[in-house]
């Protein structure tokens, strides 16, 4: 069974930093594109960062303005997600997700499996 299990999330200040992880099992992580989304309290959910199976095609939301940075390593089965300059606004749930196209994408509809998620609080 696929299992997607996000970890590396935490309370931070302003202007600190962050490192998600998201490690897959039960599928063949090297072919699937991976996603980042956050979902904050009372907000629909949102597209943060995606890759593409080979990790050379990185893709961002256009508010993170270069503050963060999606990468995967294939041997380790994991993706992660450097956060850099965080802002209270950065509060949300974090989730990852896998897309079997392999190149990742900004719709989360595309996307098959989901982690649980990881809480990010950025305090100001």
């Known amino acids: 069974q696929v299992q997607l299990v996000e970890s590396g999330g935490g309370l931070v200040q302003a202007g600190g930093s962050l490192r998600l992880s998201c490690a897959a099992s039960?599928?063949?992580?090297?072919?699937?594109?991976m996603g980042w989304f956050r979902q904050a309290s009372g907000k629909e959910r949102e597209f943060v960062a995606a890759?593409?199976?080979?990790?050379?095609?990185?893709y961002y939301a256009d508010f993170l303005k270069g503050r963060f940075t999606i990468s995967r390593d294939n041997a380790k089965n994991t993706v992660y997600l450097q956060m850099n300059s965080l802002k209270p606004e950065d509060t949300a749930v974090y989730y990852c997700?896998?897309?079997?196209?392999?190149?990742?994408?900004?719709?989360?509809?595309?996307?098959?499996?989901w982690g649980q998620g990881t809480q990010v609080t950025v305090s100001s």
């Open positions: 997700a896998a897309e079997f196209g392999g190149l990742g994408s900004p719709m989360y509809q595309e996307y098959n499996y």
């Open positions: 039960g599928l063949t992580f090297s072919s699937y594109g």
């Open positions: 890759i593409n199976w080979g990790g050379d095609s990185p």
